[in-house]
């Protein structure tokens, strides 16, 4: 199947043609035929599947025509006044898939002739607002900063045509749900809607009874399935080893771009920290990171000379490389669904990859969840010895008779001692009362000054 066989417009067509894009992917094949039709459509896919194209070029598509054939009186007076308003919401729960999608409009809508923009937090809103301000067709979000301007009075939602909720399970996962709840009350009921996530949990599809009409579902690959070219092992590891694992498993020269998880944002920081101690060069990513640093981050992770990149969950699904060799789960995941999306992150385009799992005791509960959701055992092999060089930057050193070397304190060199004159002093001074002690005060002592008192007083007399 071509993409003409999907009844693309001629720009749209000439727009994929520029950028290399001649087949369609089995979610794009399902559901640009329905959503060209304007049906709601939910889809289940996998990162990395191609979603954005999915709903990206249809939504190009049926904007292009309602502008051309103005159906309403407000319509009609905009198109005569050249005024343009919010007519697609795309909602995405963090700033790197929101980016992302904006910079798919761009590629697909070479030739649209439509307007667009990308608003998200982290960074200050006057740029933002003054896009907004100049008129856009498709706006591009995230939840919160969306909100923040529409009560500032700079989003207005009333005339939204296609709203698309793009990896919604995630945003449920970063606790979005009021958010949704609040976006979605503030634009029109009679909308077309798309909703496309990774997993189809309870809660997305409670969510999709109550905000999509009748819609078609489409599922381009199973639920929770496994990336096919994704080798994948796991490593029984206590957390205390883990940094010394991974800096062996690091210095395999065969690697070309890994990609390590952690589970909490402190975590990433201290590993990428540490992998810097040991000589690896390593950059961390996460949400409390400032949008230049993020960006800047993403930059070096794509130029020739790749630093080791720490992420948390929040920001693996905005990275988008093709050539990911390596994943390493530092952590195991909560979620068992979230480990999918981990390792999908290599093995794209095509290319092979390997994951690899650090698993400690504390974690195999975790490890058994994802093996009944996946249905496949994950291999289990030893861990990797720390080479000479690794262990001679972690072992004590030893003493000539091949004993462990003293701590510091047991050496008497962790606090500062006191020193030796004033312990001889000390020894040396008599206690209170003490027949050397009244001898050696000298002059200025109390026998001094009552023999003086005795010769004032017979001086007196006298």
Known sequence: MTFESLSLSKSLLRSLASAGYHQPTPIQQQT????????????CAQTGTGKTAAFALPT???????????????????????????????????????????????????????KYTVIFGGVKQHSQVKALQQGVDILVATPGRLLDLVNQGFVHLENVEILILDEADQMLDMGFIND???????????RQTLMFSATMPSE?????????RRPTEVQATPEASMPELVSQLVYYVERKNKQKVVTQLLMNPERNKTLIFSRTRRGADKIARRLTRDGIYALSIHGDKTQATRRSVMQKFGSKRPPVLVATDLASRGLDFSDISHVINYDLPNAPEVYVHRIGRTARA?????AITLCSSDERPQLRLIEKLTGQRVPVEKAPMASHELRTMTKKPETAEGEAAPSPKQAGQGKKSRSPKWRARRKSKP?????????SRGKGGKGSRKKKKEGKQVAVNG
């Not at 949704?180 to 009679?190: C, S, T």
């Not at 599809?205 to 999509?212: D, I």
């Not at 206690?431 to 001898?439: K, M, Q, Y």
């Open 32 to 43: 640009i035929p329905h959503a060209l039709k304007g049906h709601d459509v939910v889809g």
């Open 60 to 114: 190009l598509q049926r904007l292009m025509e309602s502008a051309n054939r103005p159906t309403t009186g407000a319509a009609k007076r905009r198109q005569r006044s050249g005024r343009r308003v919010i007519r697609s919401l795309i909602l995405s729960p963090t700033r790197e898939l929101a980016a992302q999608i904006g910079e798919s409009l761009v590629t697909y809508g070479t030739f649209s002739g439509l």
């Open 180 to 190: 949704l709840h609040k976006i979605v009350a503030e634009v029109p009921d009679d």
């Open 204 to 212: 997305i599809r409670s969510l999709a009874r109550q905000w999509l």
């Open 350 to 354: 095509g290319a092979s990859g390997k």
């Open 431 to 439: 206690s209170r009362g003490s027949t050397a002690n009244a001898s």
